[in-house]
Protein backbone atom coordinates (compact mmCIF):
# COMPACT_ATOMS: atom_id res chain seq x y z
CA UNK A 1 0.00 0.00 0.00
CA UNK A 2 1.28 3.40 -1.02
CA UNK A 3 0.82 5.29 1.97
CA UNK A 4 0.10 9.55 1.20
CA UNK A 5 -0.53 12.00 4.01
CA UNK A 6 -1.85 15.40 3.18
CA UNK A 7 -2.11 17.60 6.06
CA UNK A 8 -4.52 21.19 4.88
CA UNK A 9 -4.55 23.76 7.06
CA UNK A 10 -7.17 26.46 8.37
CA UNK A 11 -7.74 28.59 5.60
CA UNK A 12 -7.32 25.44 2.79
CA UNK A 13 -10.52 24.67 4.37
CA UNK A 14 -12.74 27.57 5.26
CA UNK A 15 -15.40 27.51 2.63
CA UNK A 16 -17.47 25.56 0.65
CA UNK A 17 -14.99 26.68 -2.72
CA UNK A 18 -11.91 25.98 -0.80
CA UNK A 19 -13.02 22.55 0.46
CA UNK A 20 -13.87 21.55 -3.18
CA UNK A 21 -10.21 22.44 -3.97
CA UNK A 22 -8.97 20.00 -1.13
CA UNK A 23 -11.18 17.44 -2.44
CA UNK A 24 -9.74 17.78 -5.68
CA UNK A 25 -6.22 17.17 -4.32
CA UNK A 26 -7.41 14.16 -2.65
CA UNK A 27 -8.87 12.89 -5.62
CA UNK A 28 -5.84 13.77 -7.31
CA UNK A 29 -4.05 11.62 -5.00
CA UNK A 30 -6.65 8.62 -4.99
CA UNK A 31 -6.25 8.52 -8.56
CA UNK A 32 -2.32 8.16 -8.42
CA UNK A 33 -3.41 5.02 -6.60
CA UNK A 34 -2.68 6.23 -3.33
CA UNK A 35 -3.86 5.38 0.07
CA UNK A 36 -4.90 8.44 1.33
CA UNK A 37 -4.60 9.88 5.41
CA UNK A 38 -6.03 13.55 5.39
CA UNK A 39 -5.60 15.76 8.06
CA UNK A 40 -7.07 19.04 8.92
CA UNK A 41 -7.29 22.05 10.78
CA UNK A 42 -9.69 23.83 12.37
CA UNK A 43 -11.75 26.18 9.37
CA UNK A 44 -10.48 29.70 9.09
CA UNK A 45 -8.87 32.28 11.83
CA UNK A 46 -10.16 33.97 14.57
CA UNK A 47 -13.74 35.18 14.53
CA UNK A 48 -14.89 32.65 11.96
CA UNK A 49 -17.21 30.20 14.23
CA UNK A 50 -15.08 27.33 14.45
CA UNK A 51 -11.40 28.54 14.34
CA UNK A 52 -9.29 27.49 17.56
CA UNK A 53 -9.06 31.33 18.59
CA UNK A 54 -13.27 31.69 18.45
CA UNK A 55 -13.26 28.87 20.43
CA UNK A 56 -10.83 29.58 23.22
CA UNK A 57 -12.64 33.02 23.63
CA UNK A 58 -16.06 30.99 23.80
CA UNK A 59 -14.64 30.09 27.25
CA UNK A 60 -11.85 32.85 28.05
CA UNK A 61 -14.24 35.56 27.80
CA UNK A 62 -16.05 33.70 30.73
CA UNK A 63 -13.11 32.81 32.78
CA UNK A 64 -9.38 34.08 31.52
CA UNK A 65 -7.92 31.20 34.20
CA UNK A 66 -9.88 28.49 32.50
CA UNK A 67 -8.42 24.84 33.36
CA UNK A 68 -5.80 23.74 30.53
CA UNK A 69 -7.39 20.09 30.32
CA UNK A 70 -10.53 21.77 29.40
CA UNK A 71 -9.10 24.34 27.33
CA UNK A 72 -7.56 21.68 25.50
CA UNK A 73 -11.10 19.26 25.35
CA UNK A 74 -12.95 22.60 23.77
CA UNK A 75 -10.26 23.45 21.52
CA UNK A 76 -9.94 20.07 19.86
CA UNK A 77 -13.87 19.84 18.93
CA UNK A 78 -12.48 22.71 15.74
CA UNK A 79 -10.46 20.26 14.38
CA UNK A 80 -13.52 17.32 14.84
CA UNK A 81 -15.75 19.39 13.17
CA UNK A 82 -13.42 20.45 10.17
CA UNK A 83 -12.55 16.64 9.80
CA UNK A 84 -16.49 16.08 9.78
CA UNK A 85 -17.14 18.46 7.24
CA UNK A 86 -14.31 17.28 4.93
CA UNK A 87 -15.42 13.73 5.34
CA UNK A 88 -18.95 15.15 3.86
CA UNK A 89 -17.43 17.08 1.14
CA UNK A 90 -14.79 13.79 0.13
CA UNK A 91 -18.54 11.45 0.60
CA UNK A 92 -20.40 13.76 -1.96
CA UNK A 93 -17.56 13.66 -4.45
CA UNK A 94 -18.32 9.87 -4.49
CA UNK A 95 -15.08 8.80 -1.73
CA UNK A 96 -15.42 6.25 1.61
CA UNK A 97 -14.42 8.44 3.78
CA UNK A 98 -13.44 6.67 7.57
CA UNK A 99 -13.44 10.72 10.14
CA UNK A 100 -11.38 9.45 13.44
CA UNK A 101 -10.17 12.12 16.28
CA UNK A 102 -6.77 12.17 16.93
CA UNK A 103 -7.09 10.27 19.55
CA UNK A 104 -9.05 7.03 17.71
CA UNK A 105 -6.29 7.65 14.99
CA UNK A 106 -3.71 6.06 17.94
CA UNK A 107 -1.72 9.34 18.87
CA UNK A 108 -0.76 9.00 22.56
CA UNK A 109 0.58 11.98 23.67
CA UNK A 110 1.95 13.58 27.80
CA UNK A 111 -0.60 15.01 29.91
CA UNK A 112 0.99 18.41 29.29
CA UNK A 113 -2.34 20.15 28.27
CA UNK A 114 -1.72 22.55 25.49
CA UNK A 115 1.58 21.76 24.32
CA UNK A 116 1.16 17.98 24.57
CA UNK A 117 4.02 15.56 22.89
CA UNK A 118 3.80 13.02 21.29
CA UNK A 119 5.04 9.50 23.14
CA UNK A 120 3.90 6.95 20.05
CA UNK A 121 1.72 6.27 17.56
CA UNK A 122 -0.41 3.31 17.06
CA UNK A 123 -1.69 3.07 13.30
CA UNK A 124 -3.83 0.26 13.14
CA UNK A 125 -7.04 2.03 13.27
CA UNK A 126 -5.71 3.95 10.35
CA UNK A 127 -4.42 0.81 8.62
CA UNK A 128 -7.85 -0.74 8.97
CA UNK A 129 -9.49 2.05 7.13
CA UNK A 130 -7.43 1.89 4.62
CA UNK A 131 -7.46 -1.28 3.73
CA UNK A 132 -10.94 -0.85 3.83
CA UNK A 133 -10.44 1.39 0.75
CA UNK A 134 -11.51 4.40 2.69
CA UNK A 135 -9.58 7.78 2.64
CA UNK A 136 -9.04 8.23 6.52
CA UNK A 137 -9.54 12.16 7.50
CA UNK A 138 -8.07 13.05 11.20
CA UNK A 139 -8.59 15.91 12.97
CA UNK A 140 -5.15 17.27 13.29
CA UNK A 141 -3.67 19.28 16.23
CA UNK A 142 -4.55 16.95 19.08
CA UNK A 143 -4.08 12.95 20.93
CA UNK A 144 -5.06 11.48 23.95
CA UNK A 145 -3.01 11.13 27.23
CA UNK A 146 -2.55 7.32 28.82
CA UNK A 147 -5.15 8.59 31.04
CA UNK A 148 -7.91 9.50 28.72
CA UNK A 149 -7.50 13.17 28.42
CA UNK A 150 -8.13 14.88 25.20
CA UNK A 151 -4.85 16.85 24.73
CA UNK A 152 -3.64 19.81 22.12
CA UNK A 153 -0.10 19.62 20.46
CA UNK A 154 0.81 23.48 20.24
CA UNK A 155 -0.56 25.88 18.18
CA UNK A 156 -0.18 24.82 14.63
CA UNK A 157 0.13 21.25 15.66
CA UNK A 158 -2.05 19.68 12.98
CA UNK A 159 1.35 19.74 10.92
CA UNK A 160 3.05 17.94 13.80
CA UNK A 161 -0.48 15.29 13.60
CA UNK A 162 0.66 14.86 9.88
CA UNK A 163 4.29 13.94 10.11
CA UNK A 164 3.75 11.57 13.06
CA UNK A 165 1.16 9.83 11.11
CA UNK A 166 3.12 10.08 8.11
CA UNK A 167 6.39 8.29 9.91
CA UNK A 168 4.41 5.65 12.09
CA UNK A 169 2.45 4.40 8.80
CA UNK A 170 6.08 4.98 6.61
CA UNK A 171 4.37 7.18 4.36
CA UNK A 172 5.46 7.88 1.01
CA UNK A 173 5.74 11.80 1.76
CA UNK A 174 3.48 14.00 4.09
CA UNK A 175 1.79 16.97 1.92
CA UNK A 176 1.61 20.52 3.95
CA UNK A 177 -1.09 22.27 1.86
CA UNK A 178 -1.73 25.81 2.59
CA UNK A 179 -2.20 29.20 1.13
CA UNK A 180 1.02 29.80 -0.05
CA UNK A 181 2.91 28.24 -2.64
CA UNK A 182 6.06 26.83 -0.28
CA UNK A 183 8.88 27.59 2.19
CA UNK A 184 9.94 31.27 0.99
CA UNK A 185 12.47 33.07 1.40
CA UNK A 186 11.24 35.44 4.06
CA UNK A 187 7.46 35.90 4.90
CA UNK A 188 5.50 37.00 2.08
CA UNK A 189 3.57 39.34 3.98
CA UNK A 190 6.65 40.79 4.88
CA UNK A 191 8.67 41.01 1.85
CA UNK A 192 6.34 40.77 -1.32
CA UNK A 193 9.02 39.93 -3.62
CA UNK A 194 10.46 36.51 -1.58
CA UNK A 195 10.74 33.55 -3.51
CA UNK A 196 9.59 30.05 -3.47
CA UNK A 197 12.60 27.28 -2.48
CA UNK A 198 12.02 24.50 -4.08
CA UNK A 199 14.15 22.49 -2.08
CA UNK A 200 15.28 22.94 1.38
CA UNK A 201 17.18 20.92 3.87
CA UNK A 202 15.66 19.68 7.00
CA UNK A 203 17.77 21.99 9.29
CA UNK A 204 17.22 25.09 7.16
CA UNK A 205 13.47 24.84 7.73
CA UNK A 206 13.75 23.47 11.37
CA UNK A 207 15.71 26.77 12.26
CA UNK A 208 13.46 29.01 10.30
CA UNK A 209 10.28 27.35 11.61
CA UNK A 210 11.80 27.70 15.56
CA UNK A 211 12.69 31.75 14.57
CA UNK A 212 9.14 32.36 13.61
CA UNK A 213 8.48 31.04 9.74
CA UNK A 214 4.86 30.13 10.53
CA UNK A 215 4.84 27.84 7.21
CA UNK A 216 5.25 24.80 9.57
CA UNK A 217 5.58 23.22 12.67
CA UNK A 218 8.85 23.19 13.70
CA UNK A 219 7.99 19.92 16.03
CA UNK A 220 6.78 18.32 12.49
CA UNK A 221 10.46 19.14 10.64
CA UNK A 222 11.93 17.10 13.40
CA UNK A 223 9.50 14.11 13.29
CA UNK A 224 9.53 13.99 9.49
CA UNK A 225 13.33 14.34 9.89
CA UNK A 226 14.42 11.59 12.18
CA UNK A 227 12.85 9.04 10.02
CA UNK A 228 13.74 10.98 6.62
CA UNK A 229 10.14 11.00 5.49
CA UNK A 230 9.70 14.18 2.38
CA UNK A 231 7.99 16.74 3.46
CA UNK A 232 6.67 18.81 0.82
CA UNK A 233 4.73 22.38 1.24
CA UNK A 234 2.30 23.30 -1.06
CA UNK A 235 -0.56 25.74 -2.04
CA UNK A 236 -4.13 24.09 -1.84
CA UNK A 237 -5.33 26.36 -4.28
CA UNK A 238 -2.82 25.81 -7.07
CA UNK A 239 -0.57 23.42 -8.93
CA UNK A 240 2.69 24.60 -8.34
CA UNK A 241 5.04 21.87 -7.14
CA UNK A 242 5.86 23.56 -4.10
CA UNK A 243 8.88 23.40 -1.68
CA UNK A 244 10.85 19.60 -0.97
CA UNK A 245 12.40 19.71 2.20
CA UNK A 246 14.77 16.59 2.52
CA UNK A 247 18.51 15.80 3.56
CA UNK A 248 21.40 17.83 3.08
CA UNK A 249 22.15 15.48 0.49
CA UNK A 250 19.88 16.73 -2.20
CA UNK A 251 19.53 14.39 -5.34
CA UNK A 252 20.83 16.80 -8.02
CA UNK A 253 20.02 14.22 -10.74
CA UNK A 254 16.35 14.74 -9.52
CA UNK A 255 16.86 18.43 -10.46
CA UNK A 256 16.88 19.80 -6.87
CA UNK A 257 19.30 22.50 -6.61
CA UNK A 258 22.56 23.33 -4.81
CA UNK A 259 21.21 24.06 -1.24
CA UNK A 260 24.40 23.54 0.84
CA UNK A 261 25.82 26.24 -1.71
CA UNK A 262 23.21 28.89 -0.21
CA UNK A 263 24.91 31.36 2.47
CA UNK A 264 21.25 32.27 3.47
CA UNK A 265 18.21 30.28 2.96
CA UNK A 266 15.71 32.61 4.54
CA UNK A 267 15.06 35.17 7.16
CA UNK A 268 12.60 34.80 9.27
CA UNK A 269 11.36 37.17 12.05
CA UNK A 270 9.48 37.28 15.95
CA UNK A 271 7.75 40.29 16.92
CA UNK A 272 6.25 40.92 20.19
CA UNK A 273 9.29 40.43 22.44
CA UNK A 274 10.62 42.55 25.40
CA UNK A 275 14.44 43.45 25.66
CA UNK A 276 15.15 43.13 29.64
CA UNK A 277 18.33 44.94 31.16
CA UNK A 278 19.88 44.39 34.26
CA UNK A 279 22.53 46.35 35.02
CA UNK A 280 25.13 44.90 37.35
CA UNK A 281 28.30 46.72 36.80
CA UNK A 282 28.05 47.89 40.62
CA UNK A 283 27.35 44.17 41.85
CA UNK A 284 30.10 42.26 43.90
CA UNK A 285 29.29 38.93 43.23
CA UNK A 286 27.85 39.11 39.74
CA UNK A 287 27.90 35.35 39.06
CA UNK A 288 25.58 35.20 42.06
CA UNK A 289 23.33 38.07 40.57
CA UNK A 290 23.21 36.37 37.37
CA UNK A 291 22.31 32.62 38.74
CA UNK A 292 19.51 34.62 40.79
CA UNK A 293 17.58 36.37 37.49
CA UNK A 294 17.53 33.29 35.69
CA UNK A 295 16.67 30.74 38.72
CA UNK A 296 13.78 33.43 39.39
CA UNK A 297 12.39 33.16 35.72
CA UNK A 298 12.64 29.36 35.79
CA UNK A 299 10.87 29.34 38.85
CA UNK A 300 8.03 31.53 37.46
CA UNK A 301 7.98 29.58 34.35
CA UNK A 302 9.20 32.21 32.08
CA UNK A 303 10.90 31.18 29.52
CA UNK A 304 13.80 33.50 28.30
CA UNK A 305 15.23 34.06 24.81
CA UNK A 306 18.40 35.66 23.50
CA UNK A 307 20.40 35.83 26.84
CA UNK A 308 23.34 38.15 27.03
CA UNK A 309 25.75 38.35 29.91
CA UNK A 310 28.31 40.89 30.34
CA UNK A 311 30.37 42.61 33.17
CA UNK A 312 28.17 45.14 33.26
CA UNK A 313 24.71 44.29 32.14
CA UNK A 314 22.83 40.93 31.62
CA UNK A 315 19.78 41.24 28.50
CA UNK A 316 17.76 38.85 27.74
CA UNK A 317 14.15 38.85 25.60
CA UNK A 318 10.80 37.49 27.31
CA UNK A 319 7.55 37.23 24.93
CA UNK A 320 5.52 40.67 25.41
CA UNK A 321 2.51 38.95 27.29
CA UNK A 322 5.32 37.58 29.89
CA UNK A 323 7.12 40.88 30.61
CA UNK A 324 5.01 42.00 33.22
CA UNK A 325 5.17 38.78 35.26
CA UNK A 326 8.97 38.84 34.75
CA UNK A 327 9.77 42.73 35.66
CA UNK A 328 7.88 42.17 39.12
CA UNK A 329 9.84 38.94 39.71
CA UNK A 330 12.88 41.03 39.62
CA UNK A 331 11.28 43.74 41.42
CA UNK A 332 10.40 41.37 44.54
CA UNK A 333 14.03 40.23 44.70
CA UNK A 334 14.84 43.60 44.53
CA UNK A 335 16.67 43.86 41.61
CA UNK A 336 15.34 46.51 39.29
CA UNK A 337 15.52 46.22 34.99
CA UNK A 338 14.91 48.02 32.33
CA UNK A 339 11.97 46.53 29.62
CA UNK A 340 11.65 47.71 26.33
CA UNK A 341 8.48 46.09 24.69
CA UNK A 342 7.15 45.52 21.55
CA UNK A 343 10.72 44.43 19.93
CA UNK A 344 11.33 41.68 17.31
CA UNK A 345 13.88 39.27 16.67
CA UNK A 346 15.13 38.54 13.32
CA UNK A 347 16.94 35.52 12.19
CA UNK A 348 19.17 35.03 9.32
CA UNK A 349 19.17 31.01 8.64
CA UNK A 350 21.34 29.30 6.23
CA UNK A 351 23.50 26.46 6.27
CA UNK A 352 26.52 28.32 4.39
CA UNK A 353 27.16 30.92 7.42
CA UNK A 354 29.58 28.02 8.58
CA UNK A 355 32.94 29.77 8.28
CA UNK A 356 31.81 32.72 5.64
CA UNK A 357 33.60 35.78 6.85
CA UNK A 358 31.68 39.37 7.08
CA UNK A 359 28.36 38.06 7.30
CA UNK A 360 27.57 40.35 10.53
CA UNK A 361 29.63 43.18 8.68
CA UNK A 362 27.46 43.17 5.99
CA UNK A 363 24.61 42.92 8.35
CA UNK A 364 25.41 45.86 10.35
CA UNK A 365 25.97 47.97 7.34
CA UNK A 366 22.46 47.27 5.97
CA UNK A 367 21.02 48.51 8.75
CA UNK A 368 22.81 51.60 9.21
CA UNK A 369 22.25 52.40 6.14
CA UNK A 370 18.88 52.90 7.49
CA UNK A 371 20.10 53.94 11.03
CA UNK A 372 18.13 50.91 12.32
CA UNK A 373 19.88 50.14 16.09
CA UNK A 374 20.79 46.37 16.32
CA UNK A 375 19.96 46.20 20.24
CA UNK A 376 21.21 42.74 20.46
CA UNK A 377 23.18 40.02 18.12
CA UNK A 378 24.23 36.50 18.30
CA UNK A 379 25.29 33.90 16.14
CA UNK A 380 25.46 30.14 15.50
CA UNK A 381 27.50 28.34 12.69
CA UNK A 382 23.66 28.04 10.65
CA UNK A 383 22.08 31.26 12.08
CA UNK A 384 22.58 34.97 12.80
CA UNK A 385 19.76 36.58 15.32
CA UNK A 386 19.60 40.63 15.48
CA UNK A 387 17.04 42.19 17.75
CA UNK A 388 15.92 45.52 16.45
CA UNK A 389 12.66 47.65 18.26
CA UNK A 390 9.41 46.63 16.58
CA UNK A 391 8.20 49.57 14.33
CA UNK A 392 11.77 49.18 12.51
CA UNK A 393 11.19 45.19 11.78
CA UNK A 394 9.57 45.66 7.95
CA UNK A 395 12.07 47.34 6.71
CA UNK A 396 14.67 45.68 8.61
CA UNK A 397 13.78 42.35 6.85
CA UNK A 398 13.54 43.67 3.81
CA UNK A 399 16.47 45.72 3.61
CA UNK A 400 18.33 42.32 4.93
CA UNK A 401 16.10 40.11 2.10
CA UNK A 402 17.47 42.55 -0.91
CA UNK A 403 20.99 42.30 0.46
CA UNK A 404 21.44 38.61 1.20
CA UNK A 405 18.85 36.55 -1.14
CA UNK A 406 20.06 36.00 -4.57
CA UNK A 407 17.60 35.78 -7.41
CA UNK A 408 18.62 33.35 -9.84
P1 LIG B 1 -2.01 26.82 7.73
O1 LIG B 1 -3.27 27.31 8.34
O2 LIG B 1 -2.18 26.29 6.35
O3 LIG B 1 -1.25 25.89 8.62
P2 LIG B 1 -0.25 28.99 8.47
O4 LIG B 1 -0.88 30.34 8.58
O5 LIG B 1 0.06 28.25 9.70
O6 LIG B 1 -1.14 28.13 7.47
O7 LIG B 1 1.10 29.11 7.61
C1 LIG B 1 1.09 29.72 6.34
C2 LIG B 1 1.52 31.18 6.47
O8 LIG B 1 2.86 31.24 6.96
C3 LIG B 1 1.59 31.94 5.16
O9 LIG B 1 0.34 32.50 4.83
C4 LIG B 1 2.67 32.98 5.41
O10 LIG B 1 2.14 34.26 5.63
C5 LIG B 1 3.35 32.53 6.68
N1 LIG B 1 4.80 32.46 6.56
C6 LIG B 1 5.69 32.96 7.46
N2 LIG B 1 6.94 32.75 7.05
C7 LIG B 1 6.87 32.09 5.87
C8 LIG B 1 7.84 31.59 4.97
N3 LIG B 1 9.16 31.70 5.19
N4 LIG B 1 7.40 30.94 3.86
C9 LIG B 1 6.09 30.81 3.61
N5 LIG B 1 5.12 31.28 4.43
C10 LIG B 1 5.50 31.92 5.55
N1 LIG C 1 -6.09 24.87 14.70
C1 LIG C 1 -4.84 24.84 15.41
C2 LIG C 1 -4.28 26.26 15.55
O1 LIG C 1 -4.89 27.22 15.09
C3 LIG C 1 -3.85 23.89 14.81
C4 LIG C 1 -3.38 24.21 13.41
O2 LIG C 1 -3.93 25.06 12.73
O3 LIG C 1 -2.42 23.55 12.98
O4 LIG C 1 -3.24 26.43 16.14
MG1 LIG D 1 0.02 26.22 10.27
Not at 86 to 94: K, R, V
Not at 239 to 255: I, W
Amino acid sequence: MRILVQKFGGTSVATEERRAQVAAKVLGAVSENYAVVAVVSAMGRGGDPYATDTLIKLATDINKEMPARELDLLMSCGEVISGAVLAATLQSHGLRTALLTGGQAGIITNAEYGEARILRVDPQEILRELKAGCVVVVAGFQGVSEDGGVTTLGRGGSDTSAAALGVALSAEAVDIYTDVEGVMTADPRIVRDARILDVVTYNDIAHLAHEGAKVIHPRAVEIAMRQNIPLRVKSTFSDAPGTLVTNSQPDRAAGADMIGDRLITGIAHMPQVTQITVDISGDKDKPRVVRQIFKSMALAGISVDFISTQLDAVRYTVKDELAGKAAGVLQNMGITAKTLPGCAIISLVGGGITDAPGVMADVAEVLAERDIEILQSADSHTTIWVLVAGPRLTEAVQMLHNKFIQFN
